[in-house]
């Protein structure tokens, strides 16, 4: 389970980003919020940039499918978002209705990072989809990045479509409470999906040997039945863990995010060198940056 | 006057002479548990012959029609002749249908050796549920995904570099790159955030125009850039497909390459093999889709094969799997779809489909290699089924297509499979008038059917043969699981076979008959909880047979006895004579005594046959009458035109006569009223006879005689009762015992007469007379009574013709 020490309701917040496509963040997030039983809640954002193009005659937008030039009218821009908005919901309520979960959908004018950190600092889950080839221009959260780690006091999940690409989940772990609960979640989307469980451990805190003592202890416990190998990374740094994902054939890499700063780097970083979904879980609030590995 | 010459009257037949017995001693044995079985086939040795070389020959249009009765035996012969031909010879090859991937209409036809058919059924069904198995797994290899990720990220690195190259030269000049709902879009940014358009104009104009223009040029470079971007996404399809490709090859190539091995050398099953791999290579997502879909199903489903794979089962229609030799195969319903197969469909949402998988053999491939026995009059009601027939017999394949293609009543698409090649013997079973009429009427049978097996319908009666037909009678009451024949009950039904063809020197080879009797003596003796058939229960059962059939006869014989029927036994009559008829009633046919008369007055020279006036009399019968004309005139008034009308007349037959058994009757009956010499009742007479007056064999002479006695004993006749038969008829006698027993206490005699004078001789006790050097009768001889009678006829014709001729003269003067 993941240990969010709040007694709220669960609150899963799927952004319903038209760029981002949509029926991986749903495969992924019925995984992920299985034994959750959450809130589920779609946040569309009709982004105020868009309007500020239309109302700009010298811009011009280029067909992705295409690459037809033509220009921006404000109103046929929002009958599309409108037709995109709809079709999202219904994907949502499709997944809603696996979950057996109430689901909303929130429609927000505005700024586009402003009102998602915005929903974002109320959320326990933050999913949102990440479009194959499109990491460049789709990082539209630019150097926001790290605020919306920062933001969101449970997990951000960045979903790479297609949701099951790979065959096991890596985990990044120094044996801080962050790491810690990545860990935990990992063990429980591995079980999920039936793969296996690579750990890259870092050298930070604990000796190694104790570190991973103590870590076999909670797995042991957690998820008795997950295939779990132990990899010694020693500094956990983009290029080493990106360098293992891809010789693992990583579904997805999850990431603790004590530091949401740092966690924001590996993220970008992680983002223009792999292909598949990343993860990152914020420590349970009240739990040391770098407590016991028998802690949580 | 002239004195009749004697003519020597011929005697009554003894009663010896009546019936030819078996002896019991002859055959050797007690019961026919004491003897073996007989394997040989007796007396068939033309119809055996026939069969030999109908079956070996090489030939084209070799097939065999057998020709023989109903009930002789001969599909048991058939059968088992074919069983021995058959067993030493090679099984032929398995006849499979498999799809043709370049058209699925036209089912592909291939042979393989027996029993390898439905091992490449059962190898072709493995392969498919390996390959269920292992294109799933090829995709999950790590090799797989590698080599994916590898283009995925080349596309992504390519895409990326670009968008990032833009992005980075579009900051540089204070542009953003922005994603809009369908692509992007290049603007003026501050903070991350688009320049309203307020602030944008109130820039100054040359800030503006350069901001304007290098929105343009990036533009530009954005669109030359997302031009690219379907260019590469079909790259990277095509590879990602070579990549699958590739992929697949590896988990079907080797499967496919060890059933090729396997197979090798067997003409087509490459080339097949070589079409299903390139088939599984362009429908490789069905077998991705499995493995997704067992994942989903809450149960495993085994049932139902999957819809999808179905285009790469084998259908075996022909399998010789569990054959030893060649095939035997007897259609009993030879109807057109069971001759050359049919193609079935399953309803599907109101629809018919089908495909090769529904092609059901027929007869004629499931006989492809051996022999496929039909009965001729069934395969002739059939429709088109004969047609079909010759068809694939001239064509030497089978081609399997429903009626309506064949007749081309239906325009809708249908199947046409590969038509089988066809090595086949046809043997037809037939009664012999169809086998004469298809000769007569159908120019293709005497091509297609060049050998007839004729099974004979009796055998000679040796010492020999009557040994043999012991055993085969012994061997076919083992197989009917009858109780053992004493020697005694065999000689009965050896005696009784012989009065089947009513021959004394015959044996009859219909074995229905003869097995239909040994079933009910040993039914009876079954009765009476004995352990061997005697032959008092071989009697028991011929008259049980008799009597469930004998209501007609009795009924008939009643309205004798009551004089509803007229028939006289004693006395004597001018002009009536008792003749003998046989009713054939199914299988049982008894004698009729039947009164004839005849008359006689001035006439032409006509003997009227009243029978053929009325149209109750066959055109055998008339001849016989008229035979009668001709025998008056050229022995009695050769210089005289026959002068009288006479009438013949069968009293109180309204139903048909047919044959000429009855003209010798006739005759005499004629002859008495010419010659006014009366004919004693207590005779009956049977005979054809000639213009000569030469008396000819009839059939069914022991009924005949046998009725005539039934009727004189059922009145109790005082002893000169009797009957006259053809004289060559006599090596037919085989009589009942009660007869033999009255004609050897002299209460019935049977005389055998081979001329008409002998008859006259013996109906009327009056020389008939023999004529003399210049042809005169003796005056009182029965034919000198007959030439006087026809030359006093003939005065008054003449007499009468002259008055009549005076008057007409004198009639006409004036």
Known sequence: MIELAIKRKTRVLVALDPAAPMPSALEALTTLAADLSPELIGLFVEDANL????????????????????????????????????????????????????????????????????????????????????????????????????????????????????????????????????????????????????????????????????????LARQAPLVDTRWVELGQLIPERLATLARGEQARAVVLGAGDPGAAAQMVEALLQKLCCSIVTVRPPPGAGSSGSAEGS | MKQAKATAAP????????????????????????????????????????????SRTRGSGFNLYVLGSPGSGRHRVVREFLEREGADRAAPPDWCYVNNFSDPQQPLGIAMPPGRGAELRHDMRQLIEDLQASVPEAFQSENYRDRLSEIEGEFQARNTQALESLQKEAEAEGMGLLPTPHGFAIAPVRDGQVLPEEEFSALPEDQRVRATETIRRLTEKLRKHLENVPIWHRERRQRIKELDRDVIMLAVGALIKDLKLRYKGLPGIPEYLDRVQQDVLENVQDFRAVEKERGMLPLPMHAEPDERFRRYEVNVVVSHEQSRGAPIVYESNPSYQNLVGRVEH????????????????????????????????????QPFAWEALKRCLFGGEVRTESMAQMLSLVSTQGLEPDPMPLQIKVVLIGNRLLYYLLCEYDQDFPELFKVAADFEDQIERSPESVRLYARMLATVGRQLDLMPFSVAAVARVIEHSGRLVADSDKLSTHLRSITDLMSEADYLAHQQAEEVVSDQRVDEAVACQVARLDRIRSRIYESIQ?????????????????????????????????????????????????????????????????????????????????????????????????????????????????????????????????????????????????????????????????????????????????????????????????????????????????????????????????????????????????????????????
Request: proline content about 3%.
């Open chain 2, 562 to 814: 009551r004089g509803m029927i007229l028939v006289e036994t004693d006395g004597a009559r001018v002009g009536q004579i008792n003749a003998l008829s046989v009713m054939q009633l199914g299988a049982f046919s008894f004698g009729q005594p039947a009164r004839v008369t005849a008359t006689v007055r001035i006439g032409e020279g006509e003997v009227v046959d009243i029978e053929r006036e009325v149209e109750l009399g066959g055109a055998i019968h008339s001849k016989g009458v008229l035979i009668l004309s001709s025998f008056l005139g050229s022995r009695y008034v050769r210089d005289m035109p026959l002068s009288l009308h006479a009438s013949l007349v069968f009293e109180q037959h309204y139903g048909g006569v047919e044959g000429d058994s009855a003209s010798l009757a006739e005759l005499c009956a004629l002859l008495s009223a010419i010659s006014g010499v009366p004919l004693r009742q207590s005779l009956a007479v049977t005979g054809s006879v000639n213009q000569h007056g030469r008396v000819q064999t009839i059939g069914g002479v022991n009924e005949k005689v046998e009725g005539f006695f039934d009727i004189c004993r059922q009145r109790g006749a005082g002893g000169d009762q009797g009957v006259l038969i053809p004289a060559e008829n006599v090596p037919h006698l085989m009589l009942r015992k009660d007869v033999r027993e009255a004609v050897g206490a002299g209460t019935f005699h049977v005389y055998p007469v081979r001329t008409v004078d002998e008859a006259l001789g013996l109906l009327t006790g009056v020389e008939a007379g023999v004529a003399g050097d210049a042809g005169e009768f003796p005056e009182d001889s029965v034919n000198g009574r007959v030439a006087q009678g026809l030359r006093e006829l003939a005065q008054q014709r003449r007499e009468f013709g002259s008055r009549d001729g005076a008057a007409a003269s004198g009639d006409g003067q004036p």
């Open chain 2, 11 to 54: 005697g009554a037949l003894k009663a010896a002479q009546l019936f030819t017995p078996c002896d019991p001693a002859l055959l050797g044995f007690e019961t026919t548990a004491d003897i073996g079985d007989v394997t040989e086939v007796i007396g068939q040795g033309r119809a055996l012959a026939a069969l030999e070389f109908g």
């Open chain 2, 346 to 381: 399953v309803s599907q949402f109101g629809t018919l489909s089908t495909d090769f998988t529904m092609i059901r053999a027929g007869a004629m491939h499931a006989a492809s290699g051996g022999f496929l026995v039909l009965d001729a009059e069934r395969l002739l009601l």
């Open chain 1, 51 to 218: 309007r500020r193009l239309c109302s700009l005659s010298c811009v011009r937008e280029v067909s992705m499918d295409t690459g037809i030039e033509r220009g921006l009218d404000l109103g046929l821009m929002l009958n599309q978002l409108r037709v995109q908005r709809l079709r999202m919901e219904r994907l949502l309520a499709r997944a809603a209705r696996q979950l057996r979960v109430p689901h909303r959908v929130e429609v927000i004018r505005g700024e586009l990072v402003e009102e998602l950190l915005r929903a974002a600092a109320l959320t326990d889950l933050f999913l949102v989809g990440r479009a194959s080839g499109m990491a460049g221009a789709r990082s539209w959260m630019g150097s926001r990045l790290h605020e919306l780690v920062g933001t969101v006091p449970g997990t951000v999940a960045i979903v790479h479509e297609p949701w099951r690409i790979g065959h096991r989940i890596l985990v990044a772990c120094d044996g801080d409470a962050a790491g810690r609960a990545a860990l935990t979640l990992a063990a429980r989307l591995a079980g999920s999906e039936r793969v296996e469980l690579v750990v890259a451990l870092g050298d930070g805190g604990l000796s190694s040997a104790a570190k991973k003592a103590g870590l076999m202890a909670t």
